[in-house]
């Protein structure tokens, strides 16, 4: 494995050299004096800093999976927790006790996005502004390190959007802090203006910005991922929540603008379906994969390879010929998750923090220890899945899961079936392979390879009532799963806190398996062809719903999980059929399984507007009050009432603290939301 370097390394060691100096620099103190801006832009040291800590604001409250504490927006209708130290509970997160009204970390929740990105937005402005070619920083450098500011800077405009709605833009000058107070005050631009920003604002690194990096800068952003987030805001800003959107009247800014589009426009489809092309088209990405394995135990921490069932095509080729007889389905997914791979090692990562776990405290290390078992794992045993989600995951020949057809009662022994040990309800057997990644089901296997005991290695972990890592009215602790189903993306096989090792892991932030999906859901929306041109200018795409371009981009999706394209699963061909609402809710399912734990699915809900539905149906779990002795009843689904929701129309948007509605007068709060006055 090559060395990696993250976004908190690249500080590091950009702040070492000056660890010794009497002249250390402090950003703050030269901020209104222009010599020394002038001195620090004429030191590659002093220029790399700065920018370094314009990137350290995509950390804390920014990160986009970790501990809840900071990525709340991580759990939404798949994903539950219990641990206290979120400092808000999981059902009041759901009903939206986190306005600016509230106190802790229900109001930092709040603020803390906000303030965080703003301040990154004026330190790359500033960067952009006065970064320059110098005796220590030639052409090449200058034009790469103005075009990370100007990813920074856009990426932090990309965070504000998806929580807030539309924000103000900031001039790119910086504000005159000697203007009267009303000069400073800003609204919020519209929507459609905060997407065409951050799209030139993309181009713009990508203009700048190189189209690889080596194993020790392999976080910093390259032309691909300026691009990629570019085709994010533009599918987002074709979803129906902000396309054509009535619902959203009465969201204006101070001069009563409509800030929401009130008129539907198909174009933006074919806008956003361009810009995912633009990507596609640099052939620069590919999902990762992992080689056929022909030996090993098959429930253990790396499983002899489980072929899918027969298929005439895909059975017989390659995966880079459009098969997976090559392949491992399993580990090709989990593998993206678990600390198994570095940046550099994966070919379907467009754009990622690194390891970003700051100290291992609050990143995706903590929340995979807050997945694992405390009994023999050392873990938390507080994150789990709800019943919807494991129900979503299909069956092993890619069929829907069907309760009431599902296998029934329990495995006698270890390998009955595939990933099963002894005494596993059988309703979790022959599922497709991202299940067995994911979803920590009741009985499921533990390896913890690197256990020193021998005891706390290869261990089942049962939820039942009274178990180690069950629920247990005699402990006060939150340490158990309220819908008694756990889960284990994250978690590398060989993870453990028991006397053993734990695994970094590489945040996914934007992956290609998320370019090809948005591709095929854009070409699904339209009824017309669209001329768009390429985001270089050379090249004119004639965009429509193509079937074969749709089946193209989902096919390599499919193939790595393990099951078939949606046309073989005998209910007709969603590509070619008329209506795109069949291959419109086959798509929302695919997001929702190959995103789980990825801070997709609370966003997706809400551009789709299927969040009131989603979001606010009542939450199914196991029967955790149900002892060993009367198993069979444990998985009889109820409504879990201790971690319920609701949905109403303020949680589209986060709302803005009156903190900062009492600095600026010309801010609208988001609906539905309090307002300072």
């Not at 908190?8 to 250390?24: E, G, P, R």
């Not at 990508?206 to 032309?223: I, V, Y």
Request: one cysteine or more; proline letters at 5%.
């Amino acid at each position: 494995m090559k060395k990696k370097l993250t976004i908190l390394s690249l500080i590091a060691c950009l702040t070492t050299c000056f660890q010794s100096c009497s002249d250390y620099l402090d950003v703050e103190g030269y901020f209104n004096d222009r010599q020394s801006l002038e001195r620090i832009f004429n030191s590659r040291d002093y220029t790399e800093q700065w920018l370094a800590n314009a990137y350290y604001q995509l950390l804390s409250f920014n990160l986009e999976i970790g501990h809840v504490r900071f990525t709340l927006s991580n759990y939404s209708d798949d994903m539950v927790y219990t641990e206290g130290g979120a400092g808000i509970s999981f059902s009041d997160f759901k009903f939206g006790k986190y306005g600016p009204q509230y106190s802790g970390n229900a109001y930092d929740l709040v603020y803390r996005p906000w303030d965080q990105s703003y301040e990154g937005i004026r330190q790359a402005s500033i960067f952009i502004q006065n970064v320059h070619p110098g005796p220590e920083i030639d052409e090449d450098m200058y034009r790469d390190l103005k075009g990370q500011a100007y990813f920074v800077r856009a990426y932090l405009y990309w965070l504000l959007l998806r929580k807030y709605g539309p924000v103000p833009i900031l001039p790119e000058e910086g504000l005159d802090y000697e203007a009267p107070y009303k000069d400073l005050a800003y609204p919020r631009n519209t929507y459609d203006e905060c997407v065409e920003y951050i799209s030139e604002q993309m181009l713009l690194a990508a203009n700048h910005l190189e189209d690889g990096r080596s194993s020790r800068s392999a976080s910093r952003p390259t032309k691909g991922a300026a691009l990629a987030v570019r085709a994010k805001a533009y599918v987002y800003a074709a979803s129906p929540l902000m396309n054509g959107n009535t619902e959203m009247a009465g969201f204006v800014d101070d001069q009563g603008r409509n800030l929401i589009a009130q008129e539907y426009d198909e174009s933006r489809w074919a806008k956003a379906a361009a810009a995912c092309l633009d990507v596609i088209n640099l052939g620069k990405y590919k999902l990762y994969t992992v080689p056929k394995r022909l030996s090993g135990n098959n429930w253990g921490a790396y499983p002899k390879t489980l072929d899918p069932p027969y298929h005439p095509v895909y059975s017989e080729k390659t995966f880079a010929e459009g098969g997976w007889n090559d392949i491992d389905p399993l580990d090709s997914y989990r593998a993206l998750f678990n600390g198994d791979l570095y940046v550099a090692e994966n070919p379907e990562l467009i754009f990622s923090r690194g390891d970003n776990q700051l100290n291992d405290e609050y990143g995706i290390q903590s929340m995979s220890r807050h997945q694992m078992p405390v009994h023999k794992g050392g873990g938390w045993n507080c994150h789990g899945i709800t019943g919807k989600q494991c129900d979503a995951y299909a069956m092993i020949d890619g069929k829907p899961f069907d309760r009431d057809k599902a296998l029934k009662g329990f495995t006698t022994a270890d390998g009955e079936y595939p990933y099963l040990r002894a005494n596993v309800w059988k309703e979790y057997a022959n599922r497709e392979p991202r299940f067995y990644a994911s979803v920590a089901f009741n009985g499921a296997n533990w390896s913890c390879t690197s256990a020193r005991d021998a005891e706390n290695r290869n261990f089942q972990s049962f939820y039942y009532y009274g178990e180690n890592d069950g629920r247990n009215i005699i402990s006060s602790n939150d340490r158990w799963i309220p819908t008694g189903i756990g889960m284990m993306k994250y978690v590398n096989p060989k993870e453990s806190y028991s006397n053993g090792s734990a695994y970094p892991k590489v945040d996914p932030a934007i992956r290609y398996a998320d370019i090809l999906l948005m591709y095929a859901e854009s070409l699904n929306e339209l009824t017309t062809t669209h001329q768009v041109t390429s985001w270089d200018g050379k090249e004119n795409y004639n965009i429509s719903r193509n079937s074969e371009e749709m089946r193209a981009a989902v096919l390599p999706v499919r193939l790595r999980g393990g099951v078939p394209n949606y046309e073989d699963l005998g209910d007709g061909d969603p590509y070619t059929d008329t209506d795109p609402k069949k291959l419109r809710n086959y798509l929302k399912r695919e997001r929702q399984i190959e995103f789980l734990g990825e801070n997709q699915r609370y966003y997706d809900l809400r551009r789709w507007k299927d969040a009131p539905k989603e979001e606010g149906e009542m939450i199914m779990g196991c029967n955790t009050t149900v002892p060993a002795s009367s198993r069979e009843h444990f998985y009889e689904q109820i409504v879990v009432s201790s971690i319920q929701t609701t949905w109403s129309q303020k949680q589209y948007f986060w709302p803005v603290a009156y903190s900062e509605l009492q600095r600026n007068a010309r801010l609208t709060q988001a609906p539905g939301w309090p307002s300072f006055d």
